[in-house]
């Protein structure tokens, strides 16, 4: 009923930028929050930076002052700007619609992507 489609990811190197995009489509009324998260091999998956619709912003520690969440809600659609990027931000990136409304929906849901691989080689 929704799907999320990510993309962006690739290899760069340390330092560099990747921009990873994230699209809802589907049946959508609304859609209250969307965020992303990353697993790395070996590691349980982790918060990275969640965006509300108002445009409230939040961010890991890992990952302030270096990656840019931002959003344009008339496309559902979140995006991360990664900045001079680690080694250690290597992982796959999980985008995640929260407190989705969709058209005949009793309650709302949340949505996950399939996940995008960032490669970040030193």
């Known amino acids: 009923q929704v799907q999320l489609v990510e993309s962006g990811g690739g290899l760069v190197q340390a330092g560099g930028s990747l921009r990873l995009s994230c699209a809802a489509s589907?049946?959508?009324?609304?859609?209250?929050?969307m965020a992303w998260y990353r697993q790395a091999p070996g590691k349980q998956r982790e918060w990275v930076a969640h965006?509300?619709?108002?445009?409230?912003?939040n961010y890991a520690d890992a990952v302030k002052g270096r990656f840019t969440i931002s959003n344009d809600n008339a496309k559902n659609t979140v995006y991360l700007q990664m900045n001079s990027l680690k080694p250690e931000d290597t992982a796959v990136y999980y985008c995640?619609?929260?407190?989705?409304?969709?058209?005949?929906?009793?309650?709302?849901?949340?949505?996950w992507g399939q996940g995008t691989q960032v490669t970040v080689s030193s």
């Open positions: 589907g049946r959508i009324l609304s859609i209250g929050a």
């Open positions: 995640t619609a929260q407190t989705v409304m969709i058209i005949g929906g009793l309650r709302p849901n949340d949505y």
């Open positions: 965006m509300t619709r108002g445009g409230s912003v």
